[in-house]
């Protein structure tokens, strides 16, 4: 369709659009839909221009965009509006993040809003609270099983207090992220209610089959995500007396976006916790958005054109809301799930780096960083307006999905490798210290991913227990050493609540039945605050975790060469230890910042020969900007000790 042919289908849109929303002022709405109708048509039309109600749908669509502007709060409307003449504000090194467990980190959100004070001492400006919304409390998979997409648990509080929470956050320049489950809703949620109660309609709203013909065909090229505790992609339903598509769990019923009904109702949804105050949704599982036989039905075409028109009408609606991808796919597929677009990310501006933390974790066991470099390297390039979110340890358990290719090339055989990991964070690899457990472990194939937390995985936890200051010391610099580099990488740094602390390996879940077969809640503890005013004790480990964690954010944010336009450069320097690249200013390239890290349990040398044509590096003294030293060098060597990182700027 030509554009002249897609402004007169808006006009017509426009005329059929609810005669109570056509009586607000409508002014940013309709320049936004104008400036976006015809993309927006474009990717519908490819989705659903074959069914005979598409023009029906389509007016449903422009609807709810119209309906959830109107019901966007003023102040809401403004940060749109200053977001719109800033579009790069998110890619500055001032953004400094943290994921928590509301109940586990501070009860409700009312304890939240008291810990924002907290937050802010070290540095953190932007919050992921992990899900919220009302889930069965037997069947929740963490929050992921959503009974009510419009309604948060009683456990958190209440919608008032949310959007006081928001607004405090406001005040304080601080970011709020939500999570958005658009794969999948709980068994008990009340679409699944009304189709096994027989209503077609709603039974169309999920995949769902009376034999197992077209199950079976799907099975076959489909992979088992849950091996160990919910194997396979189908679950019969008694009450409905049919198949229903299960990727996760069989009490998480996947949606059917070959229905448009389900997409306006997931926008519909965006749109609304858009309106509640959140600055960034998270989207889970983007990958697995589109079914097709005979494929994976992971990463599908279809899939990447659904978070495009998400976004589209989202800029329509509330531009100044941005999305994450939750996409823990192939590391080529990743950067895929910015958009297609050579600038703007169409799809989500943020999307998660998964493999450079599984690089991370990779060198930690490895003392080199062979795979690293090698991994990084072959990373494809991420969009100029879109950025990583870059994290040690999240909510999940950490995956080894490198490349094979790149562990080939950095000399390793790819399953024995990867077994290699696995036994020495699991603590089957006798000289490990690491005190992880394994999860999802498929015995046909015998994969498995890790469950555990930062400190437990470093050997916090094991030197404790021999009360080795050595070893303590070693510890703390490993977490150090990790969180420098996802500061310095590029993109937004994620922490994860407890690691400021160094919180250990939770037990407490094994008493829960609902939890005790998923290993992932080891690293979802409750926060021990008892041991967080431990911070204020010279000397104690909660202290030099902290301080070093504070002092390292608050130097970012002043380095202009860690906002993230695209400014790294690896470097080769002959060391296999040494994980080395320069970030370089936007505005001025002699404030660029040399990132040098050593995975090594040995001090190490870089060649200061090595660093090419970096003249000012190898004739100007260095100072390390987070802690105001001055490197040893000997001739051209730096001298870099064990499980030390340094942001290096040269001094003239």
């Given at each position: 369709m030509y554009e002249q042919q897609s402004h007169a289908l808006l006009n017509r849109m426009l005329d059929r659009m609810e005669p109570d929303l056509r009586r607000h002022d409508l002014r940013h709405f309709y320049t936004r839909l104008g400036a976006n109708?015809?993309?927006?048509?474009?990717?519908?039309?490819?989705?659903?221009?074959h069914r005979e109600d598409f023009e029906d749908q389509l007016v449903a669509l422009v609807n709810v965009m119209a309906g959830k502007y109107i019901s966007r709060s003023a102040a809401l409307k403004q940060v749109d509006r200053e977001r719109e003449s800033d579009h790069d504000w998110f890619l500055s090194q001032q953004w400094v993040g943290m994921a928590m467990y509301l109940d586990g980190f501070a009860g409700n959100l009312e304890g939240l809003r008291s810990h924002l004070p907290y937050l802010q001492e070290l540095g953190v400006n932007l919050v992921h609270v992990l899900p919220i919304l009302e889930c069965p409390p037997e069947a929740s998979d963490g929050g992921y099983a959503v009974s009510n997409f419009l309604d948060i648990s009683?456990?958190?509080?209440?919608?008032?207090?949310?959007?006081?929470?928001?607004?405090?956050?406001?005040?304080?320049?601080?970011?709020?992220?939500?999570?958005?489950?658009?794969?999948?809703?709980?068994?008990?949620?009340?679409?699944?209610?009304?189709?096994?109660?027989?209503?077609?309609?709603?039974?169309?709203?999920?995949?769902?089959?009376?034999?197992?013909?077209?199950?079976?065909?799907?099975?076959?090229?489909?992979?088992?995500?849950?091996?160990?505790?919910?194997?396979?992609?189908?679950?019969?339903?008694?009450?409905?007396?049919?198949?229903?598509?299960?990727?996760?769990?069989?009490?998480?019923?996947?949606?059917?976006?070959?229905?448009?009904?389900?997409?306006?109702?997931?926008?519909?949804?965006?749109?609304?916790?858009?309106?509640?105050?959140?600055?960034?949704?998270?989207?889970?599982?983007?990958?697995?958005?589109?079914?097709?036989?005979?494929?994976?039905?992971?990463?599908?075409?279809?899939?990447?054109?659904?978070?495009?028109?998400?976004?589209?009408?989202?800029?329509?609606?509330?531009?100044?809301?941005?999305?994450?991808?939750?996409?823990?796919?192939?590391?080529?597929?990743?950067?895929?799930?910015?958009?297609?677009?050579?600038?703007?990310?169409?799809?989500?501006?943020?999307?998660?780096?998964?493999?450079?933390?599984?690089?991370?974790?990779?060198?930690?066991?490895?003392?080199?960083?062979?795979l690293l470099n090698q991994g990084i390297r072959s990373l494809p390039d991420k969009l100029e307006r879109a950025t990583w979110l870059n994290y040690v340890r999240c909510h999940d358990d950490i995956g080894l999905g490198f490349d094979d290719n790149d562990i080939?090339?950095?000399?390793?055989?790819?399953?024995?490798?990867?077994?290699?990991?696995?036994?020495?964070?699991?603590?089957?690899f006798a000289a490990s210290p690491a005190r992880g457990k394994p999860f999802g472990q498929n015995a046909k194939t015998g994969d498995a991913r890790i469950s555990g937390s930062l400190a437990s995985l470093v050997g916090l936890e094991w030197a404790l227990e021999r009360n080795d200051a050595h070893e303590i010391q070693r510890s703390i610099d490993l977490i150090l050493l990790l969180h420098s580099l996802i500061m310095s990488f590029g993109g937004i740094p994620l922490l994860y609540y407890g690691d400021e602390i160094g919180t250990l390996n939770s037990n407490d879940y094994t008493a829960d039945a609902t939890r005790a077969a998923d290993s992932r809640w080891i690293h979802r503890p409750v926060y021990d605050w008892q041991r967080a005013r431990r911070r204020s004790e010279r000397g104690s480990v909660e202290q030099r975790i902290f301080d070093g964690l504070q002092r390292m954010i608050a130097v970012r944010k002043t380095l202009n060469a860690f906002a993230d336009f695209n400014n790294r450069e690896l470097l080769e320097v002959g060391n296999e230890h040494l994980f080395v690249f320069i970030r370089t200013s936007a505005q001025r390239t002699q404030d660029s910042v040399l990132v040098v890290a050593n995975f090594s349990d040995r001090a190490q040398h870089l060649s200061l020969a090595d660093l090419h044509n970096r003249a000012r590096y190898a004739l100007w003294q260095m100072q390390d900007a987070c802690s105001g030293e001055t490197p040893a060098v000997t001739g051209e060597q730096l001298e870099i000790p064990p499980y030390r990182f340094y942001w290096l700027t040269a001094v003239p």
């Amino acid at each position: 369709m030509y554009e002249q042919q897609s402004h007169a289908l808006l006009n017509r849109m426009l005329d059929r659009m609810e005669p109570d929303l056509r009586r607000h002022d409508l002014r940013h709405f309709y320049t936004r839909l104008g400036a976006n109708f015809y993309a927006i048509y474009t990717l519908f039309d490819r989705l659903y221009g074959h069914r005979e109600d598409f023009e029906d749908q389509l007016v449903a669509l422009v609807n709810v965009m119209a309906g959830k502007y109107i019901s966007r709060s003023a102040a809401l409307k403004q940060v749109d509006r200053e977001r719109e003449s800033d579009h790069d504000w998110f890619l500055s090194q001032q953004w400094v993040g943290m994921a928590m467990y509301l109940d586990g980190f501070a009860g409700n959100l009312e304890g939240l809003r008291s810990h924002l004070p907290y937050l802010q001492e070290l540095g953190v400006n932007l919050v992921h609270v992990l899900p919220i919304l009302e889930c069965p409390p037997e069947a929740s998979d963490g929050g992921y099983a959503v009974s009510n997409f419009l309604d948060i648990s009683a456990r958190a509080g209440t919608m008032d207090d949310l959007r006081a929470l928001s607004e405090s956050m406001r005040k304080r320049d601080m970011l709020l992220t939500l999570d958005v489950v658009l794969n999948h809703t709980s068994d008990e949620h009340q679409w699944a209610r009304r189709a096994r109660a027989g209503d077609a309609a709603y039974r169309d709203y999920y995949y769902t089959f009376a034999s197992r013909d077209m199950p079976d065909m799907f099975e076959e090229s489909m992979p088992e995500i849950f091996p160990e505790h919910a194997p396979g992609n189908f679950t019969w339903d008694a009450a409905m007396a049919r198949w229903v598509m299960t990727v996760f769990n069989h009490y998480q019923w996947d949606l059917n976006y070959g229905n448009p009904a389900v997409f306006i109702e997931m926008l519909d949804v965006i749109l609304y916790w858009a309106n509640q105050g959140a600055d960034i949704l998270r989207l889970d599982a983007v990958a697995f958005l589109w079914k097709k036989i005979g494929t994976a039905c992971q990463n599908e075409r279809e899939a990447h054109l659904l978070l495009q028109l998400f976004k589209d009408c989202c800029q329509v609606s509330a531009p100044g809301v941005l999305f994450i991808a939750e996409a823990i796919v192939a590391p080529v597929e990743i950067p895929k799930y910015f958009g297609e677009d050579a600038v703007i990310a169409k799809e989500c501006e943020i999307a998660y780096n998964a493999t450079f933390m599984a690089l991370l974790w990779d060198a930690v066991a490895t003392k080199n960083a062979r795979l690293l470099n090698q991994g990084i390297r072959s990373l494809p390039d991420k969009l100029e307006r879109a950025t990583w979110l870059n994290y040690v340890r999240c909510h999940d358990d950490i995956g080894l999905g490198f490349d094979d290719n790149d562990i080939v090339a950095a000399n390793y055989d790819p399953r024995a490798h990867r077994r290699f990991l696995l036994d020495y964070y699991t603590g089957r690899f006798a000289a490990s210290p690491a005190r992880g457990k394994p999860f999802g472990q498929n015995a046909k194939t015998g994969d498995a991913r890790i469950s555990g937390s930062l400190a437990s995985l470093v050997g916090l936890e094991w030197a404790l227990e021999r009360n080795d200051a050595h070893e303590i010391q070693r510890s703390i610099d490993l977490i150090l050493l990790l969180h420098s580099l996802i500061m310095s990488f590029g993109g937004i740094p994620l922490l994860y609540y407890g690691d400021e602390i160094g919180t250990l390996n939770s037990n407490d879940y094994t008493a829960d039945a609902t939890r005790a077969a998923d290993s992932r809640w080891i690293h979802r503890p409750v926060y021990d605050w008892q041991r967080a005013r431990r911070r204020s004790e010279r000397g104690s480990v909660e202290q030099r975790i902290f301080d070093g964690l504070q002092r390292m954010i608050a130097v970012r944010k002043t380095l202009n060469a860690f906002a993230d336009f695209n400014n790294r450069e690896l470097l080769e320097v002959g060391n296999e230890h040494l994980f080395v690249f320069i970030r370089t200013s936007a505005q001025r390239t002699q404030d660029s910042v040399l990132v040098v890290a050593n995975f090594s349990d040995r001090a190490q040398h870089l060649s200061l020969a090595d660093l090419h044509n970096r003249a000012r590096y190898a004739l100007w003294q260095m100072q390390d900007a987070c802690s105001g030293e001055t490197p040893a060098v000997t001739g051209e060597q730096l001298e870099i000790p064990p499980y030390r990182f340094y942001w290096l700027t040269a001094v003239p």
